[in-house]
């Protein structure tokens, strides 16, 4: 059994808590990403398991053995950087082969050592550059001898620290698949760290959220996209991120409605909130349509149009923040500081507590999603 699980753990530097009573149980042989802006704790956490941090309180479990005190190199796990780390005055093949004689205890006899090395080699597309040094390689290259180094050890975590930072956008894009499809290869456990949301939503089986040190939500990709459970979820998952408004809940002729002081629009609310409950909405661009002139909805005024060839994201000034709707290549588009009309999908629009930023149960319910 390869399953991580935190069990309340803490980790803190001095006065400074950078994990907070985290609990979390990442499930052997899943796909786990740790996801959320720089300074969360994500990294943190991940240097926990690997056995580069102490862990303050709580249990630290990989497998069935709690490995709190266990030093790093006797947890049998491996770990990939942001840096390559590689050797430079080393060929591929001794980069990759390194972990398999560096410790005495488990060092392997030579034939077994090559028949891994060919092996990780073969599976992220390494024979033809063996004997070349990393001077030599790209950068995405470069990325695939620090992994193959990984896959030798034959770990039973993969612990992964922002790996495509340094790789330009056609590389991440190509080095992502790649990623996903060693996953299914090696079957094992990989618990990646990203601030990175596209990397988590695309490669992910699970994303945990973090923000200030505590896990904010942890579901399959779409769920979380789908179903928000606090409005730091709701405006950190998407590009662009929600629109969010304060209103009131109230009840009229025609059903619920949030109230705003720019309009108001209608929500399918299931939440049995009172009347004048205080709430911050939150709506996709995608759930946003335009009307050119006044009328139900939030008045605003056309800022700018950005066009993206297959869409074009509408920026529109409501009140004192900029809210952005998406429209279709064949939608009609309002000119620069049009007067606008921003109208809400009301199965689509997410309610949240205005004071806690809790989800109130049952808005926008949509229906469950794939993984990826």
């Known amino acids: 059994m390869s399953a991580v699980t935190f069990d309340e753990v803490t980790k803190a530097f001095g006065e400074t808590v950078a994990v907070e009573n985290m609990s979390l149980e990442v499930i052997d042989g899943e796909f786990m990403v740790l996801l959320g802006p720089s300074g969360c704790g994500k990294s943190t956490a991940l240097r926990m398991i690997a056995g580069l941090e102490e862990v303050t309180s709580g249990m630290l479990s990989i497998g069935n053995q709690v490995v709190n005190d266990i030093p790093p190199r006797e947890r049998d796990i491996a770990m990939v950087f942001q840096s390559y780390a590689l050797y430079p005055h080393m060929t591929v093949r001794k980069n990759i082969e390194s972990p398999l004689v560096a410790n005495k205890r488990t060092r392997l006899a030579p034939a077994e050592r090559e028949q891994r090395v060919h092996e990780a080699a073969e599976i992220l597309g390494l024979t033809e550059y063996m004997d070349r040094k990393p001077g030599e390689l790209s950068g995405g290259q470069r990325q695939r001898v620090a992994l193959a180094r990984a896959i030798v050890r034959r770990p039973q975590v993969f612990l992964m620290d922002e790996p495509l930072s340094n790789l330009d956008a056609k590389l991440r894009t190509q ?43 942890v579901g399959r990709p779409q769920e979380v996209y789908d179903r928000p459970e606090n409005l730091f979820v709701a405006q950190f998952i998407g590009s662009p991120p929600m629109n969010t408004i304060s ?21 399918s609310d299931g939440t049995g909130a009172p009347d004048g409950t205080p709430v911050v909405a939150a709506v996709r661009p995608e759930h946003m349509a335009v009307a050119t002139t006044d009328g139900a909805g939030l008045s605003g005024t056309v800022e700018n149009i950005e066009m993206l060839g297959h869409e074009r994201h509408l ?33 689509r629009a997410h309610l949240f507590d205005a004071a806690t930023t809790r989800r109130l149960d049952d808005s926008a319910v949509a229906a469950p999603g794939n993984a990826r």
């Open 247 to 267: 209103g009131t809940l109230t009840t009229g002729s025609s059903g619920r409605t949030v109230q705003t002081a720019v309009g108001s629009f209608a929500v």
């Open 315 to 347: 920026l529109a000034r409501v009140d004192d923040r900029v809210m952005v709707a998406r429209l279709g290549p064949e939608d009609p588009s309002p000119a620069i500081h049009d007067r606008v009309a921003l109208t809400v999908d009301p199965d």
């Open 175 to 217: 080095t992502r698949l790649e990623l996903v499809e060693l996953h299914r290869r090696l079957g094992t456990t990989f618990v990646y760290v990203t601030h990175d949301q596209v990397e988590a939503m695309t490669m992910a089986d699970r994303i945990a959220i973090i923000s200030d040190g505590r896990v904010q939500q």
